[in-house]
């Protein structure tokens, strides 16, 4: 079987199940290339690209265990975000496209060439990671109460994200940034309250109780609940950024909160009466309520 018949086979089987043959010829791309190491380039070009029978069979399973419901991502070990390659697993959510309207606000706000930042709920720490790598200057502190998504954030503290032959990161093989310091800990609770931060990140869990009946199935079943859901009504942790984050920032110093599409009057009410000022909602590309900022009180 040639790679580009291999490519059709997967694509076809994938395609019931995401209900989008555009969608399906992606994932499609994603597992032959990664399975066989070569490049999409190679996929479509190079004639003498060898499919062995171990080649087909892990594809296969691969692809069965995407059809039924496990994310691609989680089963590949990476995931692509703002622009390059990061390590996921299930203890740590998978990035969205959305997420990258906070990268992009804080990058084009903070003109500081040096700058000292949290990063709460930091997941699996690809937010530092961007943010430090654009900014070399930067230094980041990510926070996250889940020990396993550290090991997670350690492992994307580098620039570029190094691979074993098994396209497993290697924390043997990997350079770490020495701009990000990680700590295990519930919010703020374990960093000293002085005002020595220039800026705070988040993208807490917001999902409200009701909401998370209705998540896809693949989300329900694989991604952790711990780092989605925010409470009955999906705002518990802006409350206590709210109260507590003016503590730990320079004056002047800003908040960037991620926010759910139906949280952009919420949000900023809830920072309102904290006493933020100059507080404002910033949309996604999909035109959608996604970035709250607002500065120190």
């Known amino acids: 079987m040639t790679a580009s018949e291999l490519l059709r086979n997967i694509r076809e089987r994938l395609t019931p199940a995401s209900g989008n043959p555009d969608l399906a010829l992606i994932d499609a791309e994603d597992i032959v290339c990664q ?22 069979a892990g594809i296969n399973t691969i692809t069965e265990r995407h059809i039924d419901g496990e994310p691609l991502p989680y089963i590949l070990g990476k995931t692509y975000f703002y622009d390059r390659e990061f390590f996921v697993d299930g203890n740590v959510l998978i990035p969205r496209p959305d997420t990258e309207t906070i990268v992009e606000t804080i990058i084009n706000t903070e003109k500081n060439h040096s700058a000292k930042f949290i990063d709460i709920g930091t997941g699996s720490g690809i937010i530092a990671a961007v943010l ?16 396993k998504a550290l090991l997670v954030a350690r492992m994307n503290a580098s620039s570029p994200t190094v691979e074993d032959g098994r ?11 020495k701009n990000i310091s990680l700590i295990c800990c519930d919010m703020l609770t ?16 917001y999902i409200s109780s009701p909401q998370m009946k209705t998540l896809d199935p ?37 908040v960037y909160l991620e926010a759910g599409y139906d949280q952009g009057g919420s949000v900023p009410e809830i920072l ?11 949309k996604d590309l999909g035109g959608r309520d996604r970035v709250v900022t607002a500065v120190s009180p």
């Open 35 to 56: 399975s066989l190491n070569i490049t999409r380039t190679q996929l479509y070009t190079d004639t003498a690209v060898v499919v062995g029978e171990d080649n087909i």
């Open 132 to 147: 430090t790598a654009h900014r070399p200057g930067w230094v980041a502190v990510g926070i996250d109460i889940s020990y």
């Open 167 to 177: 396209g497993q990161p290697s924390a043997r093989n990997s350079s770490s940034n």
């Open 190 to 205: 374990a960093v000293k309250p002085q005002k020595q931060f220039d800026f705070i990140v988040s993208n807490p869990p």
């Open 218 to 254: 693949s989300v329900i079943r694989y991604e952790p609940h711990t780092a989605l859901h925010g409470g009955e009504d999906g705002l518990d942790y802006y409350r206590v950024i709210s109260g507590t984050a003016g503590m730990y920032l320079k004056d002047g110093g800003r």
């Open 272 to 282: 309102r009466d904290g006493g933020w000022r100059d507080i404002a909602v910033i």
